[in-house]
C-alpha cells in the first residue's frame, strides 16, 4: 500500500528526492571511485584471524569475549547484576541483499556465561527464542524487557534454569515492525532518574505502584542511547555521531510547548571526519563526491551509533567519561575528549587523523559498546558483510557488496572487549545476592556500571531497610557521586523527606545541589505547611552562580508555579551569562505565561489517537522524512523544520493546505527565513494526511491537538479548483 503511494508520488512529483525502493537517486551517475585494484578482498574471518586486523593505541588489546556458534549477529546486550551477558541476536538482519525472509521468527535473547573467570564466556542459554527483529535487552525487576517492535515484553525466568517462561506485554508501541529497522525504537537504558529511556521512540518507562508507566518524552538519536555520571543522556544520528540532553528533557515534552528549550539534543562532536585503516567504497552513497576520500577511505561518519560513556576503571585515568562512538561503515570506533563549561558539553576525537580502535576487515561492525562491571569496554561485532538495511541500498552498494560477496555467510557475530594491559580488572562483584548494605556500599563503587546496578537492584527491591544508611551517604559519604546515587535511589525508593532534601541543597558539590533542586519539584508542588521554608531555600539558590543550580533552578521555578517570588528569580536568571539558564529561564517564563492564543495545546494522546499517531509515524517516514528529516529538524537548503514549528503548532486549516497544494515561496518558521519548494502531496488519501499531521503535531516536544479524517476531506473539498502552492501570506490569512 504504501508502496504504491511511494511510486504514485514518484511519477507525478518531478524532482522529487524521495528515495526509491533501492535507495537510487533520480537521474544520479553511481560510479566506483576507488581503482577496483586498490580494493582488497573480504573473505570472512575466523576470531582468531580477525583480531589480527585491529589497531589500538599502545598499551592497548582487543580480547575475543564469544564468537559463533556460541552467539550470532548479536546487535545489544548487558551485564545482568552477576557480571552475565544478556545479548540480543538479530538473527534475521539482512539474510541476503533483498531481505528476504527477514520476518521470519528466528532472533533470540541468550545468557552468555564466563564459568572459568578468564574474561571469556563458554557456555550459551538461550532465554527465549521465535523472536521477529529484537533489537534491545534491559535486565530488570528480576526479569528481563525485551524489544520486539512493536512489542515490549517483560520476561521472567521463574524456576532458574534460565528459560523465559513468563512473557508480557508491556507495550505495543514500542517502534514499528513496518518501518526501516535502521529507524524504530531501541536502547532501554535505565538512567540515573529510575527512569527508562530509549532512543527513537518518544516515551520513557518506569515501574511504579504496582505497574508500568509510561510517559512522553522527547524523541532522541537513531541507534543506541548511554549516560553520564550525571544521568545526562546521549544519542546520535548516523551522519551527527555525538549529541546529548544537557538537562532533563521532561521539561520540554510535559509542558508540550511549541518553544524549543535549548539544552536537549545538542550536537557535542561538530568534527564528524573518520580514520579509516582500509578503504571503505562499500558505503552506500560511496559514489559520490567527498563521500571517499582520494584515497578511498571513508571521510565522515554515515553510520554513527551506539555512543558510550566509558566509565570503568581498567583504563587509564584519563579515560574516565570519554565518549566512544561505533562507526560501523568505517570499521571503527572512535574516542571524543569531552569537555563541560557552564553545563555544555563539547566533544573532540582524541587523536590527530586517527582513531581509536580501527579494523582492516570490512566485516568488521561495532554495533554497540558497554563499559563492563571489570571496567574493560565492550564491543558488539554484528560481523556481518550486509550494513545497509535494503529500504536505502543503492545499485552502487549492491554491486559492490555482490563483488565481494558481502552477503554470506549469515549467523556470524562477535563479543570483544577493550583491556589496557596495565590496568586492573577486578572480579566483578556479584551483587543478585548482596544485602541491602552491601549495595549501598557498591554505590560507591569507582565503576559507573556497578554503580548504575546497584542503585537498580536497591531500587526494584523496594526494601525499606536500606534507607537509614542511604540517608548517612546522601548527606555525608566524600565521594560526591556514591551522594547522588544515594539520592537517586532514595528517590527511587520514594523514601526522600523535606529534611535530607533540605540539607543536600546545601552539598558541597554543584551537581547534588542542582539534583536536590530537582528532587525538591513534589515537594514545593505539595505546599505543606512543612515546606515553606524548602521553598525559601530553593528560592535562595537565585544566588548561586554554578552553572548546574542556576539551569537546573530555571527549570524546576517554572514547574513550581508562577507566584510573584518565582517570577522574580526567574527574571533574574533570564540575566545570566549561563546561555544555558538564561534559555531555561525564558523558557519556564513563557511555559508560566502559557502559549499564544492561537496554538491549541492538546492533552496526553488517547489510546486511540496513539494509534493515528504511530500510522501517521510510518506514513511521515515514507514521505516527509527524506525532506524533514527523522529529527523533525529539516535539512539546510532542503526543507524547514517542524520540531517547534509555529506552523505545526498554529491552526491546523494552513496545515492541511501546505499538504494538499505545497507550499513556495519565502516563509519564515522559527525566526529563521527560508525560500524553497515544498511539493503538493494531494496524491495521498485524506486518511494518511490526517495521520501524519498528528504525528508532526506530537513528536519532537510537540504537543498539539490531533487532525482529523474529517477536517482534512472539508478543506480538500473547499480548496478543489486550487492548483498552486500555498504563499506564506495567503496561508497567515486563514485563521
Ligand atoms: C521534497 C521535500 C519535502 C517533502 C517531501 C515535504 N516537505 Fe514540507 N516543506 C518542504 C520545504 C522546502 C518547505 C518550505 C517551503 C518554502 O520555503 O516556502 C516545507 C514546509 C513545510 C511546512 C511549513 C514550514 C514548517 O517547517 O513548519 C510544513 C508544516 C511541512 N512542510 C510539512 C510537511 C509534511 C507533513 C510533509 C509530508 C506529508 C512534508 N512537509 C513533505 C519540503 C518538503
Redesign the pocket.
Not at 514549528?645 to 505545526?648: C, G, P
Not at 507550499?663 to 516563509?667: A, E, K, M, T
Given at each position: 500500500m504504501r508502496k504504491v503511494v511511494c511510486n504514485l508520488l514518484l511519477a507525478t512529483v518531478s524532482a522529487?528526492?524521495?528515495l526509491a525502493q533501492s535507495g537510487d537517486k533520480k537521474g544520479e551517475v553511481q560510479e566506483l571511485r576507488v581503482p577496483k585494484e586498490r580494493i582488497p578482498s573480504s573473505p570472512p574471518l575466523s576470531p582468531i584471524e580477525a583480531l589480527k586486523t585491529f589497531k589500538l593505541p599502545p598499551g592497548f588489546r582487543m580480547e575475543l569475549v564469544a564468537s559463533e556458534p556460541l552467539v550470532e549477529m548479536p546487535v545489544a546486550m548487558q551485564f545482568d547484576a552477576d557480571g552475565r551477558i544478556w545479548v540480543v541476536e538479530m538473527r534475521g538482519y539482512m539474510p541476503n541483499l533483498d531481505a528476504l525472509g527477514e520476518k521470519e521468527p528466528v532472533g533470540r535473547v541468550s545468557v552468555l556465561e564466563d564459568k572459568d573467570g578468564d574474561g571469556k564466556a563458554d557456555r550459551r542459554t538461550t532465554f527465549l527464542d521465535g523472536l521477529v527483529m529484537p533489537r534491545a535487552v534491559s535486565v530488570v525487576r528480576g526479569g528481563v524487557l525485551i524489544a520486539e517492535p512493536p512489542h515490549l515484553w517483560f520476561c521472567r525466568d521463574t524456576n532458574g534454569d534460565l528459560k523465559c517462561d513468563e512473557r508480557v506485554e508491556v507495550t505495543n508501541d514500542y517502534g514499528s515492525s513496518q518501518s526501516n529497522p535502521e529507524h524504530t525504537a531501541n536502547g532501554l537504558l535505565t538512567a540515573l532518574d529510575n527512569w527508562i529511556y530509549s532512543a527513537n521512540y518518544g516515551f520513557r518507562l518506569r515501574h511504579a505502584a504496582g505497574q508500568w508507566q509510561k510517559e512522553r518524552t522527547v524523541r532522541r538519536g537513531q541507534w543506541g542511547i548511554t549516560q553520564d555520571d550525571y544521568g545526562r543522556l546521549f544519542h546520535d544520528s548516523n551522519s551527527d555521531h555525538l549529541r546529548g540532553d544537557l538537562i532533563p528533557s521532561h521539561y520540554a515534552s510535559q509542558r508540550g510547548s511549541a518553544t524549543k528549550l535549548n539544552g536537549l539534543n545538542v550536537q557535542i562532536a561538530k568534527d564528524q571526519t573518520v580514520w579509516p585503516s582500509r578503504v571503505n567504497p562499500g558505503v552506500n552513497r560511496g559514489y559520490q563526491p567527498k563521500v571517499l576520500r582520494d584515497d578511498g577511505t571513508l571521510a565522515r561518519f554515515t553510520a554513527a551509533c551506539a555512543p558510550c560513556i566509558y566509565r570503568g576503571e581498567n583504563f587509564p585515568k584519563e579515560f574516565y567519561g570519554d565518549a566512544f562512538v561505533c562507526e560501523p561503515a568505517g570499521n571503527l570506533v572512535k574516542r571524543d575528549l569531552l569537555v563541560e563549561q557552564d553545563g555544555v558539553i563539547s566533544g573532540r576525537n582524541a587523536y590527530t587523523n586517527a582513531e581509536f580502535l580501527t579494523s582492516t576487515d570490512e566485516r568488521f561492525r561495532p554495533v554497540n559498546l558497554y563499559t563492563g562491571p571489570e571496567g574493560a569496554l565492550y564491543v558488539i561485532d554484528l560481523y556481518h558483510g550486509i550494513l545497509q538495511h535494503r529500504t536505502y541500498v543503492t545499485s552502487y552498494l549492491r554491486r559492490q557488496m555482490e563483488d565481494r560477496g558481502l552477503d554470506q555467510p549469515q549467523n556470524q557475530g562477535r563479543i570483544y572487549r577493550v583491556v589496557y594491559e596495565k590496568g586492573s580488572l577486578p572480579k566483578p562483584p556479584r551483587l543478585s545476592k548482596a544485602t541491602p548494605a552491601e549495595l549501598v556500599v557498591a554505590l560507591s563503587h569507582v565503576n559507573g556500571a556497578v554503580r548504575d546496578t546497584a542503585q537498580r537492584l536497591l531500587v526494584e527491591r523496594g526494601d525499606a531497610s536500606a534507607v537509614p544508611a542511604l540517608h548517612t551517604m546522601a548527606l555525608s559519604h566524600g565521594n560526591h557521586l556514591a551522594r547522588l546515587h544515594a539520592l537517586w535511589t532514595l528517590e527511587g525508593l520514594n523514601k526522600l523527606d523535606i529534611v535530607t532534601v533540605a540539607k543536600v541543597l546545601d552539598d558541597r558539590h554543584p551537581k547534588l545541589r542542582a539534583a536536590a533542586t530537582r528532587v525538591s519539584e513534589p515537594f514545593l508542588r505539595a505546599m505543606t505547611a512543612g515546606n515553606s521554608e524548602l521553598r525559601k531555600k530553593v528560592l535562595s539558590l537565585a544566588q548561586d552562580s554554578a552553572a548546574d543550580v542556576q539551569v537546573q533552578l530555571a527549570l524546576t521555578l517554572g514547574e513550581i508555579g508562577s507566584d510573584e517570588a518565582s517570577k522574580a528569580r526567574l527574571n533574574s536568571l533570564t540575566q545570566s551569562n549561563i546561555k544555558l539558564a538564561k534559555d531555561a529561564a525564558e523558557f519556564s517564563l513563557l511555559a508560566g505565561d502559557g502559549q499564544s492564543g492561537a496554538v491549541t495545546n492538546g492533552p496526553a494522546l488517547s489510546p486511540a489517537e496513539m494509534k493515528r499517531f504511530e500510522a501517521g509515524k510510518a506514513?511521515?517516514e515514507m514521505?516527509?522524512l527524506?525532506?524533514?528529516q527523522p529529527n523533525g529538524l529539516?535539512q539546510e537548503g532542503?526543507?524547514?523544520?517542524?520540531a517547534g514549528?509555529?506552523?505545526?503548532a498554529r491552526t491546523d486549516k494552513r496545515?492541511v493546505r501546505?499538504?494538499l497544494h505545497g507550499?513556495?515561496?519565502?516563509?519564515t518558521?522559527k525566526k529563521q527565513a527560508?525560500?524553497?519548494?515544498?511539493?503538493a502531496?494531494g496524491i495521498?488519501e485524506d486518511e494518511q494526511?490526517a495521520t501524519?499531521?498528528t504525528y508532526?503535531r506530537n513528536e519532537w516536544g510537540n504537543a498539539f491537538a490531533p487532525v482529523s479524517t474529517e477536517t482534512v476531506k472539508k478543506i480538500r473539498e473547499e480548496t478543489a479548483k486550487r492548483e498552486d502552492a500555498w504563499t506564506?501570506e495567503e496561508l497567515l490569512r486563514i485563521q
Open positions: 522529487f528526492p524521495l506514513n511521515y514521505v516527509c527524506p525532506c524533514h529539516g532542503l526543507a524547514p523544520p517542524l514549528s509555529e506552523w505545526v496545515l501546505i499538504v507550499l513556495r515561496g519565502p516563509i518558521v527560508f525560500e524553497l519548494d515544498m511539493p502531496l495521498l494526511i501524519i499531521l508532526i506564506q
